[in-house]
Nanobody
Framework: VQLVESGGALVQPGGSLTLSCATSGFPLDGYVIGWFRQAPGQEREGVSCITPSDGATLYADSVKGRFTIARDNAQNIVYLHMKSLKPEDTGVYYC????????????????WGQGTQVNVSS
């Protein structure tokens, strides 16, 4: 199982960014994928997740209406589309898999990527 995040950048407040999670070593259409983030000095926070079967999604209240998770099973990539970014969205963003269900609780996921840095600042 391998997960590689990319797309992190410095962006101004109100801007948009799309993160990618490239997966390999497992059939993406059979696994839940979650996105998490961690700001300096804070615990890892669940952002969103997507199920393999029906594509059902779950979002943290702090990102609802601004973030969209999407999966491309043919390309083995999961995206996190982010808009109306705020300074409090700053952090390292991680994707994760190998969890029993779509959850924003980090400990249920067994496999993690290395993360990509997002900075929202003017």
């Amino acid at each position: 199982v391998q997960l590689v995040e990319s797309g992190g950048a410095l962006v101004q407040p109100g801007g948009s960014l799309t993160l990618s999670c490239a997966t390999s070593g497992f059939p993406l259409d059979g696994y839940v994928i979650g996105w998490f983030r961690q700001a300096p000095g804070q615990e890892r926070e669940g952002v969103s997740c997507i199920t393999p079967s029906d594509g059902a999604t779950l979002y943290a209240d702090s990102v609802k209406g601004r973030f969209t998770i999407a999966r491309d099973n043919a390309q083995n990539i999961v995206y996190l589309h982010m808009k109306s970014l705020k300074p409090e969205d700053t952090g390292v963003y991680y994707c994760a898999t190998d969890g029993p269900q779509c959850s924003l609780y980090a400990p249920v996921y067994l496999s993690w990527g290395q993360g990509t840095q997002v900075n929202v600042s003017s």
